[in-house]
Each structure stands twice: as structure tokens, then as C-alpha cells.
């Protein structure tokens, strides 16, 4: 497990930027928040027996977080328009979900990674699936060629994504546990960056603590920092059962990490599968691979201040049946 420096201060402005963008009054401020608490549910924080608090995304709707930024990012388009996202799975699920509940039609790229539990959802929800390319990336370039008029919707670089997953995550959260402040340490599953950036420009000026998690075999945020710029494309990156968070960072979700993160944190693959069966032991939750990154974190080590409390964002449950039993087995 390790983790990475201090973020340099030519970096600050990023959270004064989206709080400051038309994203930050629509999602946070405005009418597009109020839809995204319509069309999605309030989840659960769970404590469990070693005093962690866990958000349950994992009973969201489609099953991740990644409905609240769908939902945020299609309630401003017109009807009838067309989507085209990629996804390792959960916010091709989030998109189909909000292209099915506002009338736009969406195709989905995923890449051969994506576990057979996400494609069936999107096509469930009616959404056009298509499957290229050996990882995320791959299915990501193919989505944006396919587009033509319709719309392109990143899962992470676009601000009302990232403030509709991360930015009302952080603001339900908050209000569930009276507060977060110093001492508090928040521990985020980052892929991408956008729920981090989400979360940590909410959360910016509370005095939390703030830490991300990626798997060491793939960990394009970690190494970002390290190499002090946003790595847009990480062809480095090895297999991880984490799937949801394989890929490159953006520029600005990087920018905005750089600023809200005190470092990202590597978990090993044996400890996120002792994670998941832990998790489902303990707190009776499933939890794919990606939310259980956090709890991996915490429970190999990842320490708070004393009399903080540490909180876990679990941001979906899209296990495979038959990786969960295999899991539970050891």
C-alpha cells in the first residue's frame, strides 16, 4: 500500500473553477439537482462493527452512483436527442437508466472487460450495447468515432457528471452524519477522478480529510501524480478485478484531485477480494470490486486522526455472481 505527495501549489484554482461553473448552479444550486434527487435514491451510510462509515452507492439505482451523474448530464438536453457514452459498465448503466427516464435514446461501448452483470443491465434498460476494444480506453475512442450528432458523455470529464456523482454523494453524505470536518477522514475509489473532483469541491473548506484509492496493477491517478500531470491515456495499466476504475485521468479532474486528495492510495488484488467478503460478513453488503477498494484501503492499514471518523464511499454492488462466490470462498 503506498500513496503520493503533497499536491503543488500551481495546481490551486481547479475546485474555485467548477464551483464557480454553470454546473456547480444547475447540480448543486439548481433545478438539474433537484432532478437528479427525483430520479435517484438516498442511500444508506452504514456503520459497521470496527466504527466505519460505509454510503451504500451500492443500492442506488442501477445498482452504482452512476446514475446521480447520468441523471445530472442528460436532465440538460432536449428530449429525443441521442447518447453515446463508454463505460467499464456502471455508467453505461447509469446512462441507459436516465436516457430510458427523461426520452433520449443512448448506445453503450464497453470493452470485452465489462463483466456480463453490466451488459445485461444496460440492454435491460433499452440501451443500444456495443462491445470493442480490450480495455477502457479502447471502448472509449471507438464511443467518441460512433457519435456524429448525437451526444458524447464521459463518465468522468464533464462537470455536470462529475458534480452529480461526487457533488450530491457529498452533500447527502454530509447531511447523514451532521457534518464532516477535521479529523474526518473520507476515502473515495478513484478511476477517472470524477467522483473525487465531485466530492472534493463540496467538501472543500470542511477540513475533512479527503485520501483516494485505485488497485496497484492499475492506478493511472497515482501515477499522474507522481509524474506531475494528468496521464490522458495509460496504456501501462494491467488487468484488475477493479474494472470500473481502469483507464486514464482527464486534465481537469486531475487539476481538481491534485487539490482535494491528500494522496491516492494502492490496494493489491488479495485484499480487495478479502474486502468484498468481509464487507458482505460484516455489513451485509455486496460490493464489486471498485467500491470495495475503499474498504480494502481502510482495513489494510489506512489510519485516521484520532477521534476522526473514517468513511467509506462503496459506490456499487454490479458483482458477478460467481467472482462474489469465489470471494465468499477465499
Not at 94 to 100: E, F, I, K
Request: charged fraction near 25%.
Amino acid at each position: 500500500m503506498g500513496a503520493s505527495g503533497t499536491p503543488p501549489s500551481e495546481h490551486v484554482g481547479a475546485i474555485d473553477r467548477l464551483r464557480e461553473s454553470d454546473a456547480w448552479r444547475d447540480v448543486i444550486e439548481g433545478e438539474t439537482g433537484r432532478r437528479v434527487r427525483e430520479l435517484t435514491r438516498r442511500t444508506p451510510v452504514i456503520e459497521g462493527p470496527s466504527g466505519v462509515l460505509v454510503k451504500a452507492e451500492g443500492l442506488q439505482r442501477t445498482g452504482s452512483f452512476k446514475a446521480r451523474g447520468a441523471v445530472a448530464k442528460l436532465a440538460t438536453l432536449g428530449p429525443d436527442r441521442g447518447v453515446v457514452t463508454a463505460s467499464a459498465g456502471n455508467h453505461g448503466l447509469g446512462v441507459a437508466y436516465a436516457a430510458r427516464a427523461l426520452g433520449l435514446r443512448a448506445t453503450v461501448v464497453v470493452s470485452e472487460m465489462a463483466p456480463d452483470v453490466k451488459r445485461r443491465g444496460i440492454e435491460a434498460l433499452g440501451a443500444r450495447l456495443l462491445v470493442h476494444g480490450s480495455g477502457y480506453d479502447e471502448a472509449e475512442a471507438r464511443a467518441r468515432e460512433l457519435a456524429g450528432d448525437a451526444v458524447f458523455v464521459s463518465g468522468f470529464d464533464d462537470e455536470h457528471v462529475m458534480l452529480g456523482n461526487g457533488g450530491t454523494t457529498a452533500l447527502e453524505l454530509s447531511e447523514q452524519v451532521g457534518g464532516l470536518g477535521p479529523g474526518d477522514l473520507v476515502v473515495i475509489p478513484v478511476g477517472g477522478g470524477g467522483l473525487a473532483s465531485g466530492i472534493g469541491a463540496v467538501l472543500a473548506g470542511s477540513g475533512a480529510r479527503l485520501v483516494g484509492v485505485e488497485p496497484r496493477a492499475n492506478r493511472a491517478m497515482h501515477a499522474s501524480f507522481e509524474a506531475g500531470a494528468a496521464l490522458t491515456s495509460y496504456p501501462e495499466g494491467g488487468p484488475t478485478l477493479a474494472e470500473g476504475l481502469e483507464g486514464a485521468v482527464a486534465e481537469r479532474t486531475y487539476e481538481v484531485c491534485r487539490e482535494a486528495l491528500e494522496g491516492v492510495v494502492l490496494v493489491e488484488e488479495d485484499r480487495i477480494r478479502a474486502a468484498i467478503a468481509r464487507a458482505y460478513r460484516e455489513l451485509g453488503l455486496i460490493l464489486e470490486p471498485s467500491a470495495a477498494v475503499s474498504l480494502a484501503a481502510v482495513w489494510d492499514g489506512l489510519t485516521a486522526a484520532d477521534g476522526g471518523r473514517f468513511v467509506c464511499i462503496a459506490t456499487g454492488s454490479n458483482i458477478d455472481p460467481d467472482l462474489l462466490d469465489d470471494c465468499l470462498r477465499g
